[in-house]
């Protein structure tokens, strides 16, 4: 049995997510939009869900807006989630996540509260003892107003020089300036890995290249997220691919990113190797898209979808 790891996720600029879906966006006119629900999110806030749902015991912290906190206390009390949010003047924000029929997700990610001199000290100050509570910390989506990319970056050194295996999850500035500190895992979308290497990655061999180029930057593992046509897990080991099976019913991409997440952090927490840990996080991730809310409500289905992962090794 493997030593229970004490995780937390760090979620900086939470949000209430809005999700909708609907055939398709037609800009500039008036579109009628089926409302999947609001919920209290940002991606360290999923990620802790899911691992919640598997029956893991972790802290989730962060910031959050004091203003319109009373919905996010509620789910960290109901998920029995350990709530370390510093609080700031200020209201947590809102963001519009539209899935439409046969595309891609549109977010519309508004401006939330700003994160003053002060409260960043403080933050920081608290979280050089972290080493003493946690083992892996997941450090999940974007930065708040307030924190510069130069400060993230020096953060996350800061948790990597306590001995913590840093899970960094991000996109654009936050995800160039935080690879930086070397995390121990990083896991980019295709989208975000095209972004950082500044070309377009058609072929799988193009993807490939280029998170090799991300290793070698001194980051031990690298996980790429493609959607429908799977994921990559590259590490000293090699590459490996999980190919999930095809998603009938796709109801709202929003939170497949995150689950997959949780599932390579549940599968490491577990003890697993890494094939193992890649078709579990492959098999929760497909699972995402088939439901309007993040988490693991149907444990037959992601038996089910677990059962028809294709795992394989890349030479």
Known sequence: MAQQLRIATVTLNPAFDLVGRLARIEIGEVNTVETLGIYP?????????????????????????????????????????????????????????ITETEADVTDLNFLGFEVCTNSWRKFTALSQRWHTQFDLVAVCGSLPRGVTPEQFADWLQSLKDQGLKVVLDSSNAALTYGLKAQPWLVKPNRRELEVWAGRPLETLDEIIAAAQQLREKGIENVIVSMGEKGSLWLNSEGVLQAQPPRCENVVSTVGAGDSMVAGLIYGLSQGWNKANTLKFASAISALAVSQSNVGVSDRAALAHILDHVQIKIIA
């Open 41 to 97: 999110a940002g991606k360290g806030i999923n990620v802790a869900k899911v691992l919640a749902d598997l029956g893991v015991h972790l802290s989730v912290t962060g910031f959050l807006g004091e203003q319109n906190q009373g919905d996010f206390v509620q789910a960290f009390q109901k998920n029995g989630l350990d709530d370390q949010f510093y609080r700031i003047d200020g209201k947590t924000r809102i963001n519009v996540k």
